[in-house]
C-alpha cells in the first residue's frame, strides 16, 4: 500500500467515514499525510455548508485546512437568528440539529402563570423554558426532512432537566411520536424515573386508573431520560428516515390524560441527531 501514490490513497479514503480516516492515519507517514489531504475532507463536508455558515450567529474562525473546518463543524453553533443549533456528528458527518424551545409549540406557553421562559448558562440558547404547573402538558415541534443528511436514519430527542421541585411528572407516562409522511413513531415514556416504592394516594389513584384503562404498569414497559454529557438528559421521542415520502416532520410529546398537576421541567429543544 506505501507503494501507491498519497492521491490515490486519499481517494480510497475519501470513501470511508471520518472515523475510519483519523485511524487510517497510524498505520504509516504515507496515510498519515493522505488522511489529512484536503481531498478527503471536502468529501465530509455536506453539500451545502456554505448555505449553512451563511446562517451562522457568529461567523467562523479561518481555518488552516478543510480537516480543521471539519472539526469545527461538530461543534454545535447557533443558526436562523438563534432558532436552532448546527453541527456534523463528529465520526460520520451527517447533519445534526437542535431546535430550540422559543420554536416549539408548547401550549400556553406564553401565560406566566403556567410556564416561565428564562436563561440559563448550560443552554445553548438564550432562553430556555420551564414548567411551573400544569394539568395538560401538550409540546409539538416541526422540522424540514429536506435539512438533513440523505439515506440517514434519524431519531428526535426531547432535551430537558428536572428541578428538584419537580412533581407531577411519574404519575402517568407521556406519549411521545414522530411522524413524517406514511411513516409514524410512537413511545411512551417518565419524564422522570418512577419510583413505584413512593406510593402517595395521589399516585396510587392515578395508577389505578391507568390499569384499568392500560393493563399492569411495568416501569420497563416504558422510556426514562437518560443523562448526556452536556449536564441535560433526553428521551427520545421516535425514529424517522431522511428518505421516503413527506417533507414535514411532525414530532409530540403529551400527557393530557391525568389532568393531575405537573411540575419542575425545563425544556431546552427538541435534537435530531442519526441513529445508529
Do not use: Q
Given at each position: 500500500m506505501n507503494l501507491l501514490p498519497e492521491n490515490?490513497?486519499?481517494?480510497?479514503?475519501?470513501?470511508?467515514?471520518?472515523?475510519?480516516?483519523?485511524?487510517?492515519?497510524?498505520?504509516?507517514?504515507?496515510?498519515?499525510?493522505?488522511?489529512?489531504?484536503?481531498?478527503?475532507?471536502?468529501?465530509?463536508?455536506?453539500?451545502?455548508y456554505r448555505d449553512i455558515f451563511s446562517r451562522l450567529c457568529s461567523p467562523v474562525a479561518s481555518c488552516s485546512s478543510t480537516k480543521e473546518l471539519y472539526f469545527h463543524l461538530c461543534i454545535p453553533a447557533r443558526i436562523d437568528e438563534g432558532k436552532m443549533t448546527f453541527s456534523l456528528e463528529k465520526s460520520s458527518g451527517k447533519k445534526c440539529y437542535m431546535i430550540s424551545a422559543r420554536e416549539l409549540f408548547i401550549t400556553w406557553g406564553n401565560e406566566p402563570m403556567y410556564w416561565t421562559w428564562k436563561s440559563i448558562p448550560q443552554s445553548r440558547f438564550s432562553e430556555v423554558v420551564e414548567l411551573r404547573t400544569?394539568?395538560?402538558?401538550?409540546?409539538?415541534?416541526?422540522?424540514?426532512?429536506?435539512?438533513?443528511?440523505?439515506?440517514?436514519?434519524?431519531?428526535?430527542?426531547?432535551?430537558?432537566?428536572?428541578?428538584?421541585?419537580?412533581?407531577?411528572?411519574?404519575t402517568l407516562p407521556s406519549e411521545t411520536s414522530v411522524e413524517v409522511g406514511d411513516q409514524r413513531s410512537q413511545f411512551s415514556a417518565y419524564l422522570c424515573h418512577c419510583d413505584f416504592n413512593k406510593n402517595s394516594p395521589d399516585k396510587l389513584c392515578f395508577l389505578h386508573r391507568f390499569e384499568l384503562l392500560n393493563g399492569r404498569v411495568d416501569d420497563e414497559e416504558h422510556r426514562v431520560p437518560c443523562c448526556r454529557g452536556d449536564g441535560w438528559m433526553e428521551i427520545e421521542l421516535g425514529r424517522f428516515a431522511s428518505h421516503g415520502d413527506g417533507d414535514e416532520v411532525k414530532m409530540s410529546l403529551l400527557e393530557v390524560n391525568g389532568y393531575h398537576l405537573k411540575g419542575g421541567l425545563i425544556i431546552e429543544g427538541i435534537e435530531i441527531r442519526p441513529t445508529e
Open positions: 490515490c490513497i486519499a481517494h480510497v479514503l475519501s470513501f470511508t467515514t471520518p472515523r475510519d480516516v483519523c485511524r487510517s492515519s497510524s498505520v504509516s507517514p504515507t496515510f498519515r499525510l493522505a488522511a489529512d489531504s484536503n481531498v478527503v475532507w471536502e468529501m465530509f463536508l455536506p453539500s451545502d400544569i394539568c395538560w402538558l401538550e409540546i409539538h415541534g416541526k422540522f424540514s426532512r429536506k435539512m438533513l443528511s440523505p439515506e440517514t436514519n434519524y431519531a428526535a430527542y426531547l432535551i430537558l432537566k428536572v428541578t428538584e421541585r419537580a412533581y407531577g411528572l411519574d
